[in-house]
């Protein structure tokens, strides 16, 4: 774990501020493409879900780093720092993902059901996207 002094973490804040702008941005490019049918634009939105993917691991990675150790290593380590951002650090940081749902990662993305609909709530009920 990295000790933040006032400087660092307003950097950090600056730094993932930053990153949920992209992320946003990206979003919404995703968005605009999502019904698209011809392959250039779906290579491309195949492109855009993989950056999205990737600025949401960064993110997620600098704030295992920062508050709660070392990311996970290993060929498990996606699932491992999703899994331990569900955790709760008193005094460190709130958990930051939604635990994993009940049948695990695998199932919940393989599915063509978003996770969203079989994961746990704050309260620990359902929620459901309506999708």
């Not at 990206?26 to 195949?46: F, H, P």
């Not at 635990?99 to 695990?104: E, K, Q, T």
Request: net charge positive; aromatic share 6%.
């Amino acid at each position: 774990m990295v000790t933040l002094n006032a400087a660092a973490a307003a950097r950090l804040r600056a730094e993932l501020d930053h990153d949920l702008t992209q992320l946003a941005r990206v979003r919404d490019q995703i968005a605009v493409r999502a019904s698209a049918t011809d392959e250039t634009t779906t290579y491309a939105l195949a492109l855009l879900l993989m950056n999205y993917y990737t600025g949401v691991e960064k993110l997620l990675r600098r704030v295992a780093l920062n508050f709660g150790g070392l990311p996970p290593a290993g060929e498990r380590w996606h699932a491992g720092l999703l899994e331990g951002l569900t955790i709760d650090l008193p005094g460190l940081r709130p958990r930051c993902c939604v635990p994993r749902p009940p049948n695990g990662w695998q199932t919940c993305f393989g599915s063509g059901t978003p996770c969203a609909t079989s994961m746990p709530g704050p309260s620990g009920a359902p929620t459901s996207t309506g999708s």
